[in-house]
């Protein structure tokens, strides 16, 4: 029995562990935030130290057979596109590991002409050579590709639902094989069972309402940690941000997370979830990343863009575009072109700026936490 099987029984009839979750959540749950965030701080003391683990996206392919109506690589979309090579993408992972990072996060649009046939797996061995954490971000695949990723290098997957309200979910997802809200609900499940040891989940707040996703999330944790329990988990509370397509996006506010509830929700995850890892993104403003790395945050992004060579300009002699999934050759190009990002950052800073504002704070930003020699003699 999967997550998908239960999800709906469980949001009718909540587990003690949500309905704790819900009550500290509440307003009225006796908690200031003030004291939550205190507590948070203590645990997350408790169990992480005073480390703060960064990492960073490399964006390999914005190409995607999927229409999704809030993302800037949505099929339709008139952007210019592109994917990297091998040899590209390895020239933008160099350019990150001259910045201190030993975690990168390969991020793809899901288009099955694109990256197929061996891509993922050449682009990691290409690079586990000098990046000792990798992981992705891609459409979801079935255990036995999950496994192959994983022989190939990979020990980490972030596989957000996006919405975990269903009717919303069917609504903005109007073609490809993302429309299938079980087959993606089900990706962390098929991803521990091929191998992966760390694993991300969240929701992109924006989409439907904050409450709902925030149970949601809660009860997807949960069911993890008893049927995965090998594993270790994050989870994350990216905030829709302007997008290709939408440059102009303002939050509806009857779905948007404002700031004060998102300090009681990182809280409230680290108390009834104390272990899990909690990731803040570039996606919020340096202010408020700087104001919650101490109170329950584990994981950062650092120095991020949100284009295929966005690090070292690769990727820039094979720009075109797609109508309906097909590759339409640009009719003339200046030489200035880039490929298209797909959402705006906040945070513009350096990974280095970055680490000193950690460091100012008394916290050690961590750029490697694992080597596979650990593994030796296992």
């Known amino acids: 029995m999967a997550f998908a099987d239960v999800f709906s029984e469980l949001m009718k009839r909540p587990t003690p562990v949500m309905a704790r979750f819900a009550r500290l959540l509440g307003e009225n749950g006796g908690q200031s935030l003030e004291a939550l965030a205190r507590r948070s701080q203590a645990l997350t003391r408790q169990h992480f130290g005073r480390t ?109 639902q996006e919405t975990y309200h269903r009717p919303t979910y069917q609504e903005l997802h109007t073609a490809g094989p993302k429309r299938d809200f079980d087959w993606r609900l ?70 948007s997370l404002p700031d004060v509830v998102l300090v009681r929700l990182i809280a409230v995850f680290r108390l009834v979830f104390p272990q899990v890892g909690i990731v803040m993104s570039t996606r919020e403003p340096a202010p408020l990343r700087d104001s919650l790395a101490g109170l329950g945050v584990t994981h950062m992004s650092a120095g991020a863009r949100t284009e295929p060579g966005g690090y070292t300009g690769a990727g820039g002699d094979d720009l075109h575009l797609t109508v309906k999934g097909r590759r339409v050759e640009l009719k003339q190009k200046t030489g200035c072109e880039k490929a298209t990002e797909q959402f705006q950052i906040n945070d513009l800073r350096s990974a280095e700026e970055v680490a000193n504002m950690l460091r100012l704070k008394h916290l050690d930003p961590v750029w490697k936490d694992w080597d596979e020699v650990l593994l030796a003699g296992c």
């Open 52 to 160: 703060m683990r960064l990492f960073v996206p490399l964006y390999v392919s914005n190409e995607c057979v999927n229409n999704c109506t809030y993302c800037g690589f949505s099929r339709d979309a008139p952007i210019l596109r592109t994917t990297l090579t091998v040899a590209q993408v390895v020239r933008e992972a160099r350019h990150l590991h001259a910045q201190g990072f030993r975690h990168i996060l390969l991020v793809a649009g899901e288009h099955p002409k694109f990256v197929s046939d061996g891509y993922l797996q050449n682009c990691l061995d290409a690079l586990k050579s000098f990046i000792p954490t990798l992981a992705i971000e891609v459409g979801p695949m079935e255990d036995a590709q999950y496994a192959e990723i994983v022989r190939h290098g990979a020990e980490g997957l972030i596989a957000y």
């Open 186 to 255: 089900n990706c962390p499940e098929r991803a521990y069972a091929g191998g992966f040891r760390r694993i991300g989940i969240g929701a992109l707040f924006g989409l439907a309402g904050w409450q709902h996703e925030a149970l949601a999330l809660c009860a997807h944790l949960e069911y993890l940690y008893k049927h995965c329990w090998k594993a270790q988990f994050t989870v994350a509370f990216p905030r829709m941000r302007p997008y290709a397509g939408n440059y102009q996006y303002q939050p509806d506010p009857a779905h």
